[in-house]
């Protein structure tokens, strides 16, 4: 039989391990009361021979004695909240360096390297890679803290000028050839 410490139910089934009215895990029925008084065999009696008490008092957690602190002036809608660590100064973002004309100078220059012999497309690109790639240069030297990206500036008139000088070479050599030829 087992019995349920809360609303101390008994039941038969041994199989049943919660009670059905409260929820409580069942414990073995014990036909004898359970001990109000828990003492240590081994432990030496005492004198009086009474318990040990380990708390006396109800342990209070959310004293109501609290000692009474001064309520703070609401602050105008203008004024900061005060800090316990200070002010600090806000950080200041610089904006980064524009780099969109070197980056379209070097993006036109690979592009008349890889598909510029297509359909001569690279006669259009490498010019303009030539201009972008030039314009950045002016704009980086004017104002070097708002322009950015020279390397890649660099980059992308390095590539259209080699295009153009191949293909200069490729004219020649076909030219050369038809006239050779014949």
Same mark, same amino acid.
């Given at each position: 039989?087992?019995?349920?410490?809360?609303?101390?139910?008994?039941?038969?089934?041994?199989q049943?391990?919660?009670?059905l009215d409260?929820g409580?895990l069942?414990?073995?029925?014990?036909?004898?009361?359970?001990?109000?008084?828990?003492v240590?065999?081994?432990?030496?009696?005492?004198a009086d021979?009474?318990?040990?008490?380990?708390?006396?008092?109800?342990?209070r957690?959310?004293?109501s004695n609290w000692?009474?602190q001064?309520?703070?002036?609401?602050?105008?809608?203008?004024?900061?909240?005060?800090?316990?660590?200070g002010?600090?100064?806000?950080?200041?973002?610089?904006?980064s360096?524009?780099?969109?004309? !070197?980056v379209?100078?070097? #993006? +036109?220059g /690979? =592009?008349?390297?890889?598909? &510029?012999?297509c359909?001569?497309?690279g006669?259009? *690109?490498?010019?303009?890679?030539?201009?972008?790639?030039?314009?950045?240069?002016?704009?980086?030297?004017?104002?070097?803290? !708002?322009?950015?990206?020279? #390397? +890649?500036? /660099? =980059?992308?008139?390095?590539t &259209?000028?080699?295009?153009?000088?191949?293909?200069l *070479?490729?004219?020649?050599?076909?030219?050369?050839?038809?006239?050779?030829?014949?």
């Open positions: 039989m087992k019995q349920c410490p809360r609303c101390n139910l008994t039941y038969s089934d041994d049943l391990n919660f009670c409260d409580e069942l414990t073995e029925f014990a036909r004898e009361p359970p001990p109000t008084r828990f240590d065999p081994s432990a030496k009696p005492y021979d009474s318990p040990t008490v380990l708390l006396d008092t109800a342990r957690t959310n004293p000692p009474n001064p309520q703070p002036q609401p602050l105008a809608p203008w004024q900061g909240q005060p800090s316990p660590q002010q600090f100064a806000p950080y200041m973002m610089t904006p360096p524009s780099q969109t004309l !070197a379209v100078s070097l #993006g +036109l /690979i =592009g008349s390297m890889t598909i &510029g012999w359909c001569y497309l006669l259009l *690109l490498s010019p303009a890679a030539l201009i972008t790639g030039f314009l950045a240069l002016s704009y980086i030297k004017k104002n070097p803290e !708002a322009y950015g990206g020279r #390397g +890649l500036a /660099i =980059g992308g008139i390095a &259209g000028a080699v295009f153009l000088v191949f293909f *070479l490729f004219v020649i050599i076909y030219g050369a050839a038809m006239i050779i030829g014949g």
